[in-house]
């Protein structure tokens, strides 16, 4: 079955930078679009960042846009999301989604 496992989440201080990774199983990773989604308490989950299949294509909310960057190795079947300059407002769960699924989130806190 589809399994998406999300990786690389802690405490970080604002400025700082963290890494998260995805590791996809149980359906064609290579040719699947995959996204980066986050929920903040008490608040929806929101888009962060979508890449396409080989990852020539990018998208990033206007958020996280020249601070965040997302990418893929096919090889790996992984996806990552590179997050520098980290705010206090980047503090969230942060959920991979591709293959008509969801990953069961990372936390990712910003706190001095």
């Known amino acids: 079955q589809v399994q998406l496992v999300e990786s690389g989440g802690g405490l970080v201080q604002p400025g700082g930078s963290l890494r998260l990774s995805c590791a996809a199983s149980?359906?064609?990773?290579?040719?699947?679009?995959m996204s980066w989604y986050r929920q903040a308490p008490g608040k929806e989950r929101e888009l962060v960042a979508v890449?396409?299949?080989?990852?020539?294509?990018?998208y990033y909310a206007d958020s996280v846009k020249g601070r965040f960057t997302i990418s893929r190795d096919n090889a790996k079947n992984t996806m990552y999301l590179q997050m520098n300059s980290l705010k206090p407002e980047d503090t969230a769960v942060y959920y991979c989604?591709?293959?008509?699924?969801w990953g069961q989130g990372t936390q990712v806190t910003v706190s001095s």
């Open positions: 149980g359906f064609a990773f290579s040719s699947s679009g």
């Open positions: 890449i396409n299949t080989f990852g020539h294509s990018t």
């Open positions: 989604s591709g293959g008509n699924s």
